[in-house]
DNA sequence: CTAAAAGTCTACTAATGTTATAGGATTTAT
DNA sequence: ATAAATCCTATAACATTAGTAGACTTTTAG
Protein backbone atom coordinates (compact mmCIF):
# COMPACT_ATOMS: atom_id res chain seq x y z
CA UNK A 1 0.00 0.00 0.00
CA UNK A 2 3.05 2.79 -0.83
CA UNK A 3 2.83 6.00 -2.02
CA UNK A 4 5.61 6.40 -4.68
CA UNK A 5 8.72 9.24 -4.04
CA UNK A 6 6.59 10.97 -7.22
CA UNK A 7 3.16 10.86 -5.54
CA UNK A 8 5.31 11.96 -2.19
CA UNK A 9 7.44 14.44 -3.45
CA UNK A 10 4.17 16.07 -5.78
CA UNK A 11 1.90 16.45 -3.05
CA UNK A 12 4.90 17.81 -0.83
CA UNK A 13 5.26 20.33 -3.53
CA UNK A 14 1.78 21.56 -4.18
CA UNK A 15 1.07 21.52 -0.24
CA UNK A 16 4.31 24.46 -0.54
CA UNK A 17 2.65 26.01 -3.20
CA UNK A 18 -0.70 26.39 -1.22
CA UNK A 19 1.26 28.04 1.92
CA UNK A 20 3.23 30.27 -0.68
CA UNK A 21 -0.57 31.18 -1.99
CA UNK A 22 -0.65 32.92 0.95
CA UNK A 23 2.37 35.32 1.06
CA UNK A 24 2.22 36.41 -2.32
CA UNK A 25 -0.96 36.76 -4.81
CA UNK A 26 -0.37 33.66 -6.99
CA UNK A 27 2.29 32.41 -4.67
CA UNK A 28 4.27 31.64 -7.95
CA UNK A 29 7.85 30.10 -6.96
CA UNK A 30 10.72 28.14 -8.77
CA UNK A 31 11.56 24.46 -8.89
CA UNK A 32 14.99 25.09 -7.73
CA UNK A 33 13.52 26.68 -3.99
CA UNK A 34 10.87 23.99 -4.04
CA UNK A 35 13.73 21.81 -4.40
CA UNK A 36 16.09 23.21 -1.40
CA UNK A 37 13.05 23.04 0.97
CA UNK A 38 11.59 20.00 0.26
CA UNK A 39 14.80 18.72 -0.48
CA UNK A 40 13.68 16.69 -3.90
CA UNK A 41 15.82 16.02 -6.71
CA UNK A 42 15.14 19.05 -9.11
CA UNK A 43 15.07 17.73 -12.24
CA UNK A 44 12.82 14.99 -11.33
CA UNK A 45 10.89 17.69 -9.62
CA UNK A 46 10.05 19.32 -13.17
CA UNK A 47 8.80 15.96 -14.68
CA UNK A 48 6.36 16.18 -11.36
CA UNK A 49 5.52 19.81 -12.16
CA UNK A 50 5.03 19.11 -15.69
CA UNK A 51 2.58 16.35 -15.04
CA UNK A 52 0.60 18.34 -13.04
CA UNK A 53 0.69 21.28 -14.94
CA UNK A 54 -0.74 19.35 -17.80
CA UNK A 55 -3.46 17.99 -15.38
CA UNK A 56 -4.85 21.49 -14.75
CA UNK A 57 -3.67 21.24 -11.44
CA UNK A 58 -0.93 24.42 -11.38
CA UNK A 59 0.02 27.36 -13.85
CA UNK A 60 3.67 28.16 -14.74
CA UNK A 61 5.52 30.83 -16.03
CA UNK A 62 8.03 30.82 -18.46
CA UNK A 63 12.03 33.01 -18.27
CA UNK A 64 12.97 35.18 -15.92
CA UNK A 65 10.93 35.72 -12.85
CA UNK A 66 9.19 32.30 -13.81
CA UNK A 67 7.54 29.96 -11.88
CA UNK A 68 5.01 27.79 -10.70
CA UNK A 69 1.56 28.35 -8.93
CA UNK A 70 -1.88 26.93 -7.79
CA UNK A 71 -4.03 26.87 -10.53
CA UNK A 72 -6.68 27.74 -8.44
CA UNK A 73 -7.60 28.88 -4.74
CA UNK A 74 -6.38 26.16 -2.34
CA UNK A 75 -9.45 24.99 -1.19
CA UNK A 76 -10.33 24.06 -4.33
CA UNK A 77 -7.55 21.78 -4.95
CA UNK A 78 -8.00 17.76 -2.98
CA UNK A 79 -5.24 15.33 -2.45
CA UNK A 80 -7.19 13.43 -4.23
CA UNK A 81 -6.56 14.84 -7.38
CA UNK A 82 -3.28 15.33 -6.68
CA UNK A 83 -2.37 11.58 -6.09
CA UNK A 84 -4.68 10.30 -8.76
CA UNK A 85 -2.68 12.68 -11.20
CA UNK A 86 0.70 11.01 -10.23
CA UNK A 87 -0.20 7.71 -8.83
CA UNK A 88 -3.29 6.60 -10.88
CA UNK A 89 -6.18 5.47 -8.72
CA UNK A 90 -7.07 5.34 -4.88
CA UNK A 91 -8.26 1.74 -5.31
CA UNK A 92 -6.32 -1.49 -3.95
CA UNK A 93 -7.88 -3.48 -6.77
CA UNK A 94 -9.24 -2.65 -10.11
CA UNK A 95 -12.34 -4.35 -10.03
CA UNK A 96 -13.89 -1.33 -6.91
CA UNK A 97 -11.63 1.18 -8.72
CA UNK A 98 -14.41 4.58 -9.27
CA UNK A 99 -12.06 5.75 -12.07
CA UNK A 100 -10.73 3.07 -13.79
CA UNK A 101 -12.57 -0.10 -13.67
CA UNK A 102 -11.55 -3.46 -14.78
CA UNK A 103 -12.50 -7.17 -13.77
CA UNK A 104 -9.45 -8.38 -11.56
CA UNK A 105 -9.56 -12.04 -12.34
CA UNK A 106 -11.80 -13.35 -9.20
CA UNK A 107 -14.20 -16.12 -10.22
CA UNK A 108 -17.41 -14.47 -9.39
CA UNK A 109 -17.41 -10.43 -8.64
CA UNK A 110 -20.35 -10.11 -7.17
CA UNK A 111 -19.30 -12.89 -4.55
CA UNK A 112 -15.78 -12.00 -4.05
CA UNK A 113 -15.12 -11.51 -0.81
CA UNK A 114 -12.02 -9.95 -1.08
CA UNK A 115 -13.03 -7.53 -3.19
CA UNK A 116 -16.15 -6.13 -0.53
CA UNK A 117 -13.56 -5.48 1.73
CA UNK A 118 -11.48 -3.64 -0.72
CA UNK A 119 -14.13 -1.66 -2.09
CA UNK A 120 -14.77 -0.64 1.89
CA UNK A 121 -10.71 -0.16 1.76
CA UNK A 122 -11.12 2.32 -1.46
CA UNK A 123 -14.08 4.05 -0.18
CA UNK A 124 -12.12 4.81 3.40
CA UNK A 125 -9.43 6.45 1.49
CA UNK A 126 -11.17 8.36 -0.91
CA UNK A 127 -13.20 9.69 2.04
CA UNK A 128 -9.79 11.27 3.32
CA UNK A 129 -8.07 12.48 -0.16
CA UNK A 130 -11.04 13.43 -2.05
CA UNK A 131 -12.67 15.99 1.23
CA UNK A 132 -8.85 16.87 2.56
CA UNK A 133 -7.83 20.18 0.42
CA UNK A 134 -5.00 21.53 0.59
CA UNK A 135 -5.89 25.11 2.31
CA UNK A 136 -6.58 22.43 5.13
CA UNK A 137 -3.20 21.01 5.08
CA UNK A 138 -1.80 24.52 5.20
CA UNK A 139 -4.18 24.75 7.98
CA UNK A 140 -2.96 22.22 10.42
CA UNK A 141 0.39 21.99 9.59
CA UNK A 142 0.27 25.91 11.06
CA UNK A 143 -1.46 24.12 14.38
CA UNK A 144 0.93 22.51 14.76
CA UNK A 145 3.54 24.42 14.65
CA UNK A 146 1.20 26.58 17.18
CA UNK B 1 -2.33 2.17 -3.67
CA UNK B 2 -2.09 -1.24 -4.72
CA UNK B 3 -2.66 -4.97 -3.94
CA UNK B 4 0.25 -6.96 -5.57
CA UNK B 5 -1.28 -10.19 -7.21
CA UNK B 6 0.70 -11.94 -4.57
CA UNK B 7 -1.97 -10.36 -2.19
CA UNK B 8 -4.63 -10.51 -3.33
CA UNK B 9 -3.81 -14.53 -4.38
CA UNK B 10 -3.40 -15.13 -0.60
CA UNK B 11 -6.24 -13.31 0.69
CA UNK B 12 -8.40 -15.00 -1.83
CA UNK B 13 -6.95 -18.32 -1.06
CA UNK B 14 -7.51 -17.81 3.16
CA UNK B 15 -10.74 -17.02 2.64
CA UNK B 16 -11.60 -20.04 0.67
CA UNK B 17 -9.55 -22.16 3.46
CA UNK B 18 -11.79 -20.14 6.19
CA UNK B 19 -14.57 -21.18 4.06
CA UNK B 20 -13.41 -24.88 4.16
CA UNK B 21 -13.30 -25.02 7.86
CA UNK B 22 -17.11 -24.70 7.78
CA UNK B 23 -17.70 -27.73 6.25
CA UNK B 24 -14.89 -30.35 7.32
CA UNK B 25 -12.84 -30.06 10.93
CA UNK B 26 -10.09 -28.73 9.93
CA UNK B 27 -10.74 -27.73 6.46
CA UNK B 28 -7.93 -28.95 5.37
CA UNK B 29 -7.61 -28.22 0.97
CA UNK B 30 -5.32 -28.96 -1.92
CA UNK B 31 -2.63 -26.43 -4.04
CA UNK B 32 -4.36 -27.59 -6.78
CA UNK B 33 -7.78 -27.33 -5.81
CA UNK B 34 -7.33 -23.55 -4.95
CA UNK B 35 -5.61 -22.90 -7.75
CA UNK B 36 -8.46 -24.46 -9.75
CA UNK B 37 -11.10 -22.75 -7.71
CA UNK B 38 -9.75 -19.46 -7.55
CA UNK B 39 -7.86 -19.40 -10.75
CA UNK B 40 -4.55 -18.33 -9.58
CA UNK B 41 -1.04 -20.21 -10.96
CA UNK B 42 -0.50 -23.41 -8.97
CA UNK B 43 3.34 -23.01 -8.81
CA UNK B 44 2.91 -19.06 -7.68
CA UNK B 45 0.31 -20.10 -5.15
CA UNK B 46 2.64 -23.23 -3.76
CA UNK B 47 4.82 -19.54 -3.01
CA UNK B 48 2.54 -17.76 -1.29
CA UNK B 49 0.85 -20.49 0.96
CA UNK B 50 4.59 -21.21 1.87
CA UNK B 51 4.78 -17.69 3.02
CA UNK B 52 1.62 -17.93 4.88
CA UNK B 53 2.96 -20.97 6.85
CA UNK B 54 6.26 -19.96 7.68
CA UNK B 55 4.43 -17.07 9.38
CA UNK B 56 1.88 -19.13 11.35
CA UNK B 57 -1.09 -18.23 9.62
CA UNK B 58 -1.92 -21.85 8.18
CA UNK B 59 -0.35 -25.27 8.75
CA UNK B 60 0.27 -28.13 6.13
CA UNK B 61 0.64 -31.89 5.68
CA UNK B 62 2.61 -33.23 3.45
CA UNK B 63 1.77 -36.48 1.37
CA UNK B 64 -0.95 -38.23 -0.09
CA UNK B 65 -4.62 -36.28 0.98
CA UNK B 66 -2.11 -33.67 2.26
CA UNK B 67 -3.02 -30.26 2.06
CA UNK B 68 -3.37 -27.04 3.48
CA UNK B 69 -5.53 -25.14 6.29
CA UNK B 70 -5.78 -22.54 8.89
CA UNK B 71 -3.55 -22.76 11.76
CA UNK B 72 -6.61 -20.98 14.15
CA UNK B 73 -10.19 -20.34 13.95
CA UNK B 74 -11.21 -18.04 11.01
CA UNK B 75 -12.57 -15.60 13.62
CA UNK B 76 -9.11 -15.58 14.87
CA UNK B 77 -7.12 -14.44 11.97
CA UNK B 78 -7.30 -11.06 10.54
CA UNK B 79 -6.84 -9.68 7.03
CA UNK B 80 -4.29 -7.20 8.11
CA UNK B 81 -1.89 -9.99 9.19
CA UNK B 82 -2.59 -12.17 5.86
CA UNK B 83 -1.55 -8.61 4.05
CA UNK B 84 1.12 -7.54 6.11
CA UNK B 85 2.64 -11.09 6.00
CA UNK B 86 2.61 -11.18 1.67
CA UNK B 87 2.74 -7.41 1.20
CA UNK B 88 4.38 -5.93 4.31
CA UNK B 89 3.40 -2.95 6.06
CA UNK B 90 0.12 -1.66 5.41
CA UNK B 91 1.26 2.34 5.83
CA UNK B 92 1.49 4.32 2.23
CA UNK B 93 4.89 6.11 3.53
CA UNK B 94 7.51 4.51 5.93
CA UNK B 95 6.90 7.01 8.32
CA UNK B 96 3.70 6.64 9.36
CA UNK B 97 3.99 2.88 9.96
CA UNK B 98 3.48 1.52 13.22
CA UNK B 99 5.39 -2.17 12.49
CA UNK B 100 8.24 -0.44 10.30
CA UNK B 101 8.91 2.98 10.97
CA UNK B 102 11.85 4.48 8.87
CA UNK B 103 11.93 8.39 7.93
CA UNK B 104 10.78 9.42 4.79
CA UNK B 105 12.92 12.25 3.58
CA UNK B 106 10.84 15.35 4.79
CA UNK B 107 13.15 18.18 6.05
CA UNK B 108 10.67 18.04 9.62
CA UNK B 109 8.41 15.24 10.31
CA UNK B 110 6.71 16.84 13.02
CA UNK B 111 5.20 19.47 10.89
CA UNK B 112 5.05 17.48 7.20
CA UNK B 113 1.45 18.01 6.26
CA UNK B 114 1.69 14.86 3.61
CA UNK B 115 2.88 13.10 7.00
CA UNK B 116 -0.51 14.05 9.15
CA UNK B 117 -2.27 13.15 6.57
CA UNK B 118 -1.20 9.74 5.27
CA UNK B 119 -1.03 9.02 9.34
CA UNK B 120 -4.89 9.33 8.92
CA UNK B 121 -4.68 7.06 6.00
CA UNK B 122 -3.06 4.15 7.59
CA UNK B 123 -5.42 4.29 10.50
CA UNK B 124 -8.49 4.35 8.20
CA UNK B 125 -7.03 1.03 6.54
CA UNK B 126 -5.87 -0.45 9.66
CA UNK B 127 -9.49 -0.07 11.23
CA UNK B 128 -10.52 -2.03 8.44
CA UNK B 129 -8.19 -4.57 8.10
CA UNK B 130 -6.91 -5.42 11.39
CA UNK B 131 -10.71 -5.28 12.47
CA UNK B 132 -11.93 -7.81 9.57
CA UNK B 133 -11.53 -11.32 10.56
CA UNK B 134 -11.76 -14.43 7.68
CA UNK B 135 -15.12 -15.14 9.24
CA UNK B 136 -16.41 -11.96 9.04
CA UNK B 137 -15.48 -12.01 5.12
CA UNK B 138 -17.39 -15.57 4.88
CA UNK B 139 -20.45 -14.36 6.65
CA UNK B 140 -20.66 -11.21 4.22
CA UNK B 141 -20.11 -13.63 1.41
CA UNK B 142 -22.68 -15.92 2.28
CA UNK B 143 -25.44 -12.84 2.93
CA UNK B 144 -24.51 -11.61 -0.58
CA UNK B 145 -24.99 -15.51 -2.17
CA UNK B 146 -28.76 -14.97 -0.39
C1' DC C 1 9.14 -51.67 0.37
C1' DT C 2 8.08 -49.05 -3.27
C1' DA C 3 5.59 -45.76 -5.97
C1' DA C 4 2.72 -41.97 -6.18
C1' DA C 5 0.96 -37.87 -4.19
C1' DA C 6 1.48 -34.17 -1.86
C1' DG C 7 4.10 -30.11 0.27
C1' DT C 8 9.23 -27.76 0.70
C1' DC C 9 12.68 -24.93 -0.90
C1' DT C 10 15.70 -22.36 -3.84
C1' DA C 11 16.98 -20.37 -7.97
C1' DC C 12 16.05 -18.11 -12.01
C1' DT C 13 13.84 -15.17 -15.66
C1' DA C 14 11.09 -11.99 -18.24
C1' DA C 15 8.52 -8.02 -17.94
C1' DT C 16 7.37 -3.97 -15.77
C1' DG C 17 7.66 0.01 -12.92
C1' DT C 18 10.33 3.38 -10.32
C1' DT C 19 13.55 6.91 -9.71
C1' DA C 20 15.95 9.36 -11.35
C1' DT C 21 19.60 11.99 -14.97
C1' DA C 22 20.75 14.34 -19.39
C1' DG C 23 20.32 17.65 -22.65
C1' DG C 24 18.37 20.33 -26.09
C1' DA C 25 14.12 23.45 -27.21
C1' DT C 26 11.31 27.26 -25.97
C1' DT C 27 9.87 31.42 -23.68
C1' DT C 28 10.56 35.81 -21.28
C1' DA C 29 12.72 39.85 -18.86
C1' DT C 30 16.27 42.95 -19.13
C1' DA D 1 21.43 39.27 -27.30
C1' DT D 2 21.79 36.97 -23.16
C1' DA D 3 20.57 34.77 -19.11
C1' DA D 4 17.06 32.56 -16.51
C1' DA D 5 13.52 29.92 -16.28
C1' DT D 6 10.10 26.25 -17.89
C1' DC D 7 9.17 22.52 -21.60
C1' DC D 8 9.83 18.07 -23.38
C1' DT D 9 11.73 13.63 -24.61
C1' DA D 10 14.94 10.00 -24.16
C1' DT D 11 17.29 6.87 -21.59
C1' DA D 12 19.73 4.48 -17.84
C1' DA D 13 20.12 2.04 -13.44
C1' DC D 14 17.80 -0.32 -10.29
C1' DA D 15 14.10 -2.70 -7.84
C1' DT D 16 9.89 -5.17 -7.81
C1' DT D 17 6.59 -8.28 -9.53
C1' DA D 18 4.72 -12.30 -11.40
C1' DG D 19 5.60 -16.35 -12.62
C1' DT D 20 8.39 -20.84 -13.96
C1' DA D 21 11.46 -24.76 -13.13
C1' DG D 22 13.18 -28.37 -10.87
C1' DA D 23 15.17 -31.05 -7.40
C1' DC D 24 14.06 -32.59 -2.62
C1' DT D 25 11.24 -34.43 1.44
C1' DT D 26 7.40 -36.49 3.69
C1' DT D 27 3.45 -39.41 3.88
C1' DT D 28 0.22 -42.83 2.58
C1' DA D 29 -1.59 -46.74 -0.22
C1' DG D 30 -0.85 -51.00 -2.01
Known sequence: MRLS??????????????????????G???IKEISA?????????EQILLAL??????????GIGGGYYLARA??????????RTLDGPLAPVKCVSQMAY??????????CGLRMV??????????????TTLAAVVKRVEAARA
Chains 1, 2 share one sequence.
Request: charged share 25%; hydrophobic share 35%; net charge negative.
Open 5 to 26: KRGEYGLRAMILLADAQKNSPT
Open 28 to 30: MTQ
Open 37 to 45: REEIPAKFL
Open 53 to 62: KNAGLVHSKM
Open 74 to 83: SKEITLGQIF
Open 102 to 111: EPCGCPDEET
Open 118 to 131: MGDVRNAISNILDN
